[in-house]
């Protein structure tokens, strides 16, 4: 008999640890349950939804359940709740969403890949009509409905972090006022408040009006927010869209008695495994390790859902795999502007008792007599007197961003300053100045370490 | 009294250590000895200048004599031909070539930083007025006024390295019709074949009349060459662009008796030391390691001279810095093409006795849905069994090309493609897919890996 595995939730970490299971061993029954009407979408891709027509939402979905079963011998049952978990049993209760049915499952190996979920709200403000949080395409969905249906022409975004500028700009984009409230003193919490600068700037030369270091309440009329208050401030706003914090989504797992960590997510071994035999857990639900502190966290990033769940699966297929940990890597377009991050920020490495130091220098992207040069700018931060590097963030224009990827690297393998400086980086005037603005950061940052600046 | 530090060669690698040593010792006294008439120029600005107006070749210059003294308090003697190294004397002779007066000059130390020069033509077709190569900012000037003078309307390219790709697309780009000739049976061999027949379609997409497999001569009649002869064709052409291979500039060298390397180059240990006392040499001229091979090799790569020249100057500065090699990572814009490469190409990683494999994919720079989404092919070569990266080259759309120093740094590390599978490489629609493009490949090449590809 076939081996049955199933696989709660459908999306970046269900969905790689069932293919990658499969492939490695066909002979493997598995299952995705998955509670929305969707799998194998993207989430960043929300944003764009707003700025496209009716049909096409299908262009954020990779597989439906008849697809991924024809290709890849996956079933997937969409509109499905799973209720309980019963780990002696090794078994599983959940319900059809339509029909209201309930199904009992067996299994031999379950993956938890639930993901996150928003912070919640009190009843009251989460029932309103115009209050939206964006965690499924769903809520994509019911918002770009909304913004045609009633001709919005005004939003007020509260929380400025990944979410709250993805959508700030797309509703920007959209031809909206819109307002963006922050509770802390900078927007963009994962950069050094010297950087999110950069970005605030940007933010309102696209005519966002940005409230920092305000923790507004929103003013119910009926079953609508009509305004935002804060202090004596009253902004009237047609929707509010709220980005304050996410948590993983481990009621499921805590419910059937499976230790969550420090981080508040699932705690695993870097095989995937959980505390209860049989069960396994990937992705924005299941806790990681920053690679850096060596310290658990909960990480909402995409990217590592997927490397964890490529790990399951290939734990579920008898392969010994570990996921070694988490950079915090991320990317994302603001405006014109790409801004990314790795590792460690200034702020971050002396919280966690590291001796460091940062600097930041502005280079440019390629040659400065290419007509389409333009302005990077990177900070690197780093442990004294060594010089390891501890993290880098980079602001800039086109793709430069991107680069990144190479101070990833060169994190990950714990290099140096020095060692960056020396690298053989890729130069033509198209791409690059002679020395990369990445050797540029770190060539003053060895002036600081010896003292020199 | 000041130490006395002779440079001959005021560019890259020459300007450079110049720079560094007075930088971190500003008590030498240094002088740059440059026998063209710039010094601090960007030769590979030079297909830029083609498309520029009148006032334009002075962005390509970053320093000229005055500025380099006033702001770095280094002199430079422009049109100052060095003739003679008398090692033992620690003097050397040279002449300035708009009086030709000859001066004396000693030194505590000698920095050779000489370049390269293009493969000598006989005598008369080296005199043809229409036949160029392009070393030196005057080449690039000198054929930007017989372009416009003679208003030429084709060109003959012999040569399909990196100097003869530029100026083809240079010249295409100017409206001239070019045809590309090139000896061995693909272009650009610092690529894989396979490789390079992306580009050499995208030449031709261009118009470019591209023949391989052949070695054409040429026709000359009176001063000027007015045919390219191959096999029975003949194909007229208004100018002869050559780009027919280069070799260390190493004349003054050998004639002061310094060693040479199996390379051609000038011998040097890590600290840029020559085989004579007192004098050491930096840049194209000098020779340096292929960092896989360990091998000698003659790099004719700016970012290497740089690389090169910087620790010529710690070392003129009394610092113990080391240069450890090259990967011979290059990069160059081909119309919309990025083509990048480092390591070890397939056929190389062969030749040097490795147990190679290569993989290549077609990856997206950006999610599928994202407007701006577009192709980028990425081969890796590694070594079996243990998959560690040997080498990389990428082609692709917007700056994907770039994404090359990704791999440089992994394998500079002795990264195997498990490792580069979980990297944390960021993600977001506007910049990657989800599995960066980087990560696919070193996917599929585990799949050949492990024999189930």
């Known amino acids: 008999m076939q081996e049955r595995i199933l696989v709660v939730g459908g999306n970046a970490a269900g969905m790689t640890a069932a293919s990658r299971a499969k492939r490695l061993a066909p002979d493997l029954d598995i299952t995705i349950l998955e509670q929305s009407a969707y799998i194998s979408y ?6 764009f939804l707003l700025g496209w027509g009716d049909s096409q939402p299908s262009r954020l979905v990779s597989f439906d359940p008849t697809r991924l079963k024809a290709e890849r011998d996956i079933s997937a049952l969409t509109r499905t709740r799973v209720e309980e978990i019963l780990p002696a049993r090794r078994r599983l209760l959940a319900r059809r969403l339509e029909s209201n049915d309930r199904l009992e499952l067996d299994y031999e190996h379950l993956v938890l890949a639930t993901g996150y979920l928003p912070r919640a709200l009190d009843a009251k403000r989460a029932e309103c009509e115009n209050v939206f949080t964006i965690s499924r395409l769903e809520d994509g969905l019911r918002l770009r409905e909304f913004l045609e249906m009633r001709q919005v022409r005004s939003a007020a975004v509260v929380g400025a972090g990944y979410v709250g500028l993805m959508m700030t700009q797309a509703l920007v984009q959209r031809g909206l006022e819109v307002q963006l409230w922050e509770r802390s003193p900078q927007i963009f919490s994962s950069l050094d408040a010297d950087m999110a600068e950069i970005l605030a700037d940007e933010l309102q030369k696209r005519g966002v009006e940005l409230h920092l270091n305000q923790q507004p309440r929103l003013e119910i009329s009926g079953d609508r927010v009509s305004a935002i208050l804060s202090g004596n401030q009253r902004r009237a706003a047609e929707i509010v869209l709220l980005d304050i914090g996410i948590r993983p989504n481990t009621w499921l797992a805590e419910r059937a008695g499976i230790a969550c960590g420090m981080s508040g997510a699932i705690q695993v071994d870097e095989k995937g495994r959980t505390s209860q035999a049989g069960i396994l857990a990937a992705g924005n639900c299941a806790e990681t390790r920053n690679l850096i502190t060596g310290r658990p966290i909960a990480s909402t990033i995409g990217t590592v859902a997927a490397q964890q769940g490529r790990v399951v699966g290939e734990t579920l297929a008898g392969l010994n795999s570990r996921y070694p940990g988490s950079l915090e890597t991320s990317i994302e377009q603001v405006f014109e502007l790409g801004v990314s ?21 502005e280079g440019r992207t390629r040659a400065p007599y290419h007509p389409a040069s333009a302005s990077t700018t990177i900070k690197l931060v780093f442990e004294c007197p060594r010089g390891r590097v501890l993290g880098a963030q980079i602001i800039g224009q086109e793709s430069s961003a991107k680069r ?36 540029v950061a770190a060539n003053v940052g060895l002036r600081k370490l010896d003292g020199s600046i």
Chains 1, 2 share one sequence.
């Open 404 to 439: 990144i990827d190479t101070l990833v690297v060169a994190i990950s393998q714990g290099l140096t300053l020095k060692q960056i400086a020396q690298l053989d980086l890729a130069y033509s005037p198209s791409y690059s100045t002679l020395w990369d603005p990445i050797q």
């Open 42 to 47: 993207s989430i960043c891709g929300v944003p």
């Open 341 to 361: 991050r790795t590792g460690l920020t200034l702020r971050q490495a002396l919280q966690h008792g590291f001796r460091a130091q940062s600097v930041r220098v």
